[in-house]
């Protein structure tokens, strides 16, 4: 209707006719100027029209808040900047992303208002990348999550004091707002409304706790691990499970205990449980494992009361240090099984020392078998950046700067979790450089250092980008096939390099 309106009135002429009430309220609420000259009005209508029925688009009546957003409170970044952040966004740069949103913080930026859409479209299907959006945006930004209702699964919003006749979208904004200001209130605005709400909003109640979990949360988790409905009871006991000195992890301390013991030589063996009765399934037991381990389902049920046990409890149990305890369940009998169980306990616990324990050991006794799993990887990513850098310093030291292919260090390093040390970085780049240099063939062995470069560029620090610059040698055989990942790692760390300049301009 509007299109045909559009195109009689240019037929026309502004001067013969004018726009349907109708037609200039659906311009308006596209951003065309109210007091714009009618000529102007329709002229922009046309192109604007033009292109949504290009697209097949057909706007949809704005559902958001009619509310006056509020201010940001936070500087403005300035054209280079926000510049660069569309390069990142439009997908050139975009492992830059994680550390320009660290930059934006450090500086106290308001990130550019233009690319919000886009890092809210990102941050709605990556949950790890929302964990560090968030803390940037400010009040307005939040105003604007609300605005769209593909958004919403992120936005929060104070509670309102009758948020029972809230709809469910609503009540998930006001506890996503209340786990992140006041979490010890949360269990009382859901406990009178709890049992009048079905079971498809209870779960997904349940699962917004996960954020400022606390003791406090228990007597509400106990009362929801009770409901008619499993899924319900599942999420409920995901909860307990992380919360140190609650009933249920005693309760599943007590049945994992029974399962081990030491024989008379010091070994650790392991007793397949019984058939998980009533009780047991709702601590949870009875869900995975069966057929993975030798044993089968018996195996697996195993392996779902010691994957949940923090580790340090073990250690306590056994009266030995994390070492000692550590060498108990990856020397014992069904060592797969008690391996694998105990790293998914330190993973789900945050438990590092107990990871950096696990992951000396795996990379000691060069067992890739563990290292190159999931499990192995997210144990990688989750140690602190200090323990990433002295480990792989230390080996290329001994190393002469080379790495293997498949090894745990290459690994690592291609996860691209932690920034290099400029230690690390020198010891990885000058030692590609004096393996490429030294040799007269292609270099068939060093293939993997491709990936090293790339992840590196996002990686090392951009201020060796000088000495980087230097020390290749363009006259070795290999250097036509090398030169194009070379060029790439050297304009990856210009790029960061601006970027910081732009958003540190003090330095």
Known sequence: MIWEALT?????????????GEAQQALLRLGLEADAPPEQTVLEGLALYHQLRRAGYQPAPHEGSSDTPPP??????NAQAARILQHIVQGRYRDALPEYLRLIEAGGWQLPPEQLPALFYYAAKRPAFWDQLRPLLSARDHWLLRQNKDWQPLAERPPEDDWQECSPEERAMM????RRHAPETAAGYLSPIWEDLPYTE??????????GLGEADEPFLEQARQDSR??????AVRLLTLLPGARLQEELYA???????LDDQGNLRIAYPDAPGKADKRLGIGRGGAGKYAGGQKAGWAYDWLSRIPPGRWETHFKKNTLDTMRLFLRGDKHQLLAD???????????????????RHWWRTDNEARWNTALGKQLMSELPEATF???????????????EENSLPTQWLCLGQHPWSPALSKAVVQGLQQWLAGGQSYHWNLWHYKRVLKVGAYQVHPALLSEFRHGWDKRAPAWERWAPDVDRFLKVLSFRRDMRRALQPEQ
């Open 389 to 403: 850098n002295q480990l792989l310093e230390n080996h290329l030291r001994q190393h002469t700067n080379y790495l």
């Open 341 to 359: 169980a105990v790293t998914n306990a330190a993973l789900l616990h945050r438990d590092h020392r107990w990871m950096e324990a696990l992951l």
């Open 202 to 211: 209870k779960k997904s109640l349940l699962e917004q706790l996960a954020i």
């Open 255 to 261: 049945g994992a205990a029974r399962l081990l013991r």
């Open 72 to 77: 940001s409170g936070r500087r403005a970044v």
């Open 175 to 178: 506890l996503r707002y209340l």
């Open 8 to 20: 009689k009135l240019s037929l026309l002429g502004t001067e013969r006719g004018q726009l349907p």
């Open 230 to 235: 499993k899924e319900v009871r599942q999420a």
